[in-house]
T-cell receptor, first 115, second 114 residues
Framework: SAVISQKPSRDICQRGTSLTIQCQVD?????MFWYRQQPGQSLTLIAT?????????ESGFVIDKFPISRPNLTFSTLTVSNMSPEDSSIYLC????????????FGEGSRLTVL | DAKTTQPPSMDCAEGRAANLPCNHS???????VYWYRQIHSQGPQYIIH???NNETNEMASLIITEDRKSSTLILPHATLRDTAVYYC???????????????FGKGTSLLVTP
């Protein structure tokens, strides 16, 4: 299993600013992913955070808007840049501890409100 | 990954079994059926997964039809704390970068009533 801590748990931000969300795992994990959950909606995969290289983004998400870092096997950050009210969502970090299990673990999410 | 179809909502009386159906008629031979749930204001929680055989753990049972085109998640004795959105997800195990990510549909909102 894996215990995931996300910071901040929630924040209220002004339009045009940027916010960085941190994801810390209590053990080294094979893969890390970032998801977005818009109000009343299901989860949408933003990108796969790759250790030591650029993240792999899903269709509709770009690095300029959602830069991601993953400096080691236990930590990743997601930045939401130049925010607008449409970016108000819950952002969730997810990890795959080992390649053989297939079970993903999720953080509690970071609830972002943009005014 | 194959698409899944779930009823948008279901009710279940506390103490009774909750049977949540999922249709995945386009599933391929190397794709697994996963179930997750999301309790309000929390991150998704893994419940169970299977390939061909029925599976049981401390949380639930997973019944997969012989042709693998549908499955049912069974919560044997539902409690109020089982009220959540339940997601049925089909995916293969892959070593590509995003191959292990989960693609969430809309799920079934289960309401357990006293």
């Amino acid at each position: 299993s894996a215990v995931i801590s996300q910071k901040p748990s929630r924040d209220i931000c002004q339009r045009g600013t940027s916010l960085t969300i941190q994801c810390q795992v209590d053990s080294q994990v094979t893969m890390m992913f970032w998801y977005r959950q818009q109000p009343g909606q299901s989860l949408t995969l933003i990108a796969t955070a790759n250790q030591g290289s650029e993240a792999t983004y899903e269709s509709g998400f770009v690095i300029d808007k959602f830069p991601i870092s993953r400096p080691n096997l236990t930590f990743s950050t997601l930045t939401v840049s130049n925010m607008s009210p449409e970016d108000s969502s819950i952002y969730l970090c997810s990890v795959l501890p080992g390649a053989n299990t297939g079970e993903l673990f999720f953080g509690e999410g970071s609830r972002l409100t943009v005014l | 990954d194959a698409k899944t179809t779930q009823p948008p909502s279901m009710d279940c009386a506390e103490g009774r079994a909750a049977n949540l159906p999922c249709n995945h008629s386009t599933i391929s031979g190397n794709e697994y059926v996963y179930w997750y749930r999301q309790i309000h204001s929390q991150g998704p929680q893994y419940i169970i997964h299977g390939l061909k055989n029925n599976e049981t753990n401390e949380m639930a049972s997973l019944i997969i039809t012989e042709d693998r085109k549908s499955s049912t998640l069974i919560l044997p004795h539902a409690t109020l704390r089982d009220t959540a959105v339940y997601y049925c997800i089909v995916r293969r195990h892959s070593n590509s970068n995003s191959g292990y990510a989960l693609n969430f549909g809309k799920g079934t909102s289960l309401l357990v009533t006293p």
